[in-house]
């Protein structure tokens, strides 16, 4: 066979062009498991620390039965270690890594009531200490870094109840105390926020009285929340993203009837013209998912409410599936990007109330090319 003939038939191999007249799919990565957390946890947070170890916070092992202990995933060694416990037991609650490089942890589920509690974790000393209380009492609040290091935070339930609540308040990272700013337009709790690339905030649906299609724009300069378009479906557990070209991607999530209501559909925000469009669907409906991660590619990390990872491609408006599946649909698991550009996905539960300590690792394909 002459080189001539070599050659065509590896740019035919290649390109996938062979027989089927279609290409291979875009290379999305894979899954693997990797150490359990010490504890199984569900309804916690995972928060990058600023020399690349996730701290883990809080969460519950099964309804009612919460953590004060939290704990270091160490990326260098693959192993998860114990460290200082917070103030309270709490689930739901929200952690933010500050300027500091100190983490805020506000607000949560602290037994069958909502707290205003807030403490800060100190990486040098794997201590929590508690701080000045938040404004209003909240659990599964959103928190968002602001581009000044301050940390808005919006909506949540004041109660075990699914009503949503419409305060807001701002925590000021130099003097660590929380500032009440005006109310949203709309109580929600389950919703998004997305912090947009010239500093404003993106509120997204959610659930107040019912679960609604409504959405505003927080802008930090006057501390006001002006509405913006409706989402083309109204959803509450679902999740969001920001994209490299400034949209933000929502995906999944539910309607009122929850594990009967789920949704694969998507849609794109514009923040130029103020309005939502649909894109591609997932590959599957999930609800009750973390924030995407956004990959050096541009592409977003969609996990949690299902087996599979999936990654949305701004390029071509598709959902990719990553090889490799979870052991199970986890709900309230987390998804925290490591500094190797790999991500961490940890706990959740499946459908029923028992938590998991299961971890497992997604890898960009860029990163296995390199293994």
Avoid at 323 to 330: E, V
Wanted: glycine fraction near 12%; proline fraction near 5%.
């Amino acid at each position: 066979m002459s080189w001539l003939r070599h050659l065509s038939l590896l740019v035919i191999g290649v390109s996938g062009l062979a027989f089927s007249g279609e290409p291979v799919s875009a290379p999305a990565g894979s899954v693997s498991p990797a150490a359990s957390m010490l504890q199984p946890r569900s309804g916690h947070t995972a928060t990058l620390l600023e020399d690349g170890r996730v701290l883990i916070a809080g969460g519950m092992r099964r309804n009612q039965d919460f953590y004060r202990s939290a704990e270091l995933y160490d990326p260098a060694t693959h192993s998860f270690h114990a460290t200082g416990e917070m103030t309270i037991a709490r689930v739901g609650h929200t952690a933010t890594l500050l300027p500091s490089g100190k983490v805020l942890i506000a607000g949560g589920w602290v037994g069958q009531k909502c707290t205003d509690s807030a403490e800060l974790y100190n990486p040098a000393t794997g201590r929590f200490s508690a701080i000045a209380s938040m404004k209003s009492r909240r659990g599964d609040g959103k928190a968002t870094l602001l581009l000044n290091g301050d940390v808005l935070i919006t909506g949540g339930t004041d109660q075990v109840s699914p009503t949503g609540i419409s305060s807001a308040e701002v925590f000021h990272a130099a003097t660590l105390n929380f500032e009440a700013v005006a109310a949203m337009h709309e109580g929600r709790v389950s919703h998004t926020a997305t912090l947009l690339k010239d500093g404003r905030v993106l509120i997204a649906g959610g659930r107040g009285e019912k679960v609604t299609t409504s959405a505003e724009i927080f802008d930090p300069r006057n501390k006001q929340f002006t509405p913006t378009g409706s989402l083309v479906t109204a959803r509450y557990k679902h999740t969001a993203g920001l994209l490299p070209d400034g949209r933000v991607l929502i995906a999944g999530g539910s309607d009122e009837r929850d594990w009967h209501g789920t949704f694969s559909s998507a849609e794109l925000y514009d923040p130029h013209t103020g309005k939502f469009s649909l894109t591609s669907s997932l590959h599957e409906s999930r609800f009750k998912l973390p924030d995407t991660v956004q990959l050096p590619s541009g592409q977003l990390v969609i996990a949690g409410g299902s087996r599979e990872v999936e990654l949305y491609e701004p390029e071509s408006g598709k959902f990719l599936l990553a090889s490799g599946q979870m052991n199970d649909s986890r709900h309230f698991m987390t998804e925290t990007k490591l500094q190797d550009g790999s991500v961490l996905l940890a706990g959740g539960y499946p459908d029923n109330p028992e938590a998991t300590a299961q971890t497992w690792i997604y890898r960009p394909v860029q990163l296995l090319s390199l293994r």
